[in-house]
């Protein structure tokens, strides 16, 4: 019996940038919004990514898209 390879769409994420000091990655911010089950009431949580950025494109305060990927490192996961 052979296996089926299950091929599963990439995440793709948009924040803004954070961090740009260290050299090819990048630390960007992801702001999510959901309401609460039992309040209704909306809130907001956010969560910082180390992302990939081959050649240093992308400065503090910019808008990005990521998008996963292999890891990189032990840290990085997604790639600008």
């Known amino acids: 019996m052979q296996g089926k390879v299950i091929q599963r769409r990439k995440k793709v994420l948009q924040g803004l940038?954070?961090?740009?000091?260290?050299?090819?990655?990048?630390?960007?911010?992801v702001e999510r919004r959901f309401q609460h089950p039992l309040y209704k009431r909306t809130l907001k949580k956010s969560k910082k990514y180390k992302i990939h950025d081959a050649n240093n494109a992308c400065g503090a305060g910019d808008r990005?898209?990521?998008v996963e990927c292999k890891p990189i490192s032990k840290d990085k996961c997604f790639r600008l």
Not at 17 to 29: C, E, G, H, R
């Open 17 to 29: 940038v954070v961090s740009d000091k260290m050299d090819k990655t990048a630390v960007v911010l």
């Open 64 to 66: 990005v898209r990521l």
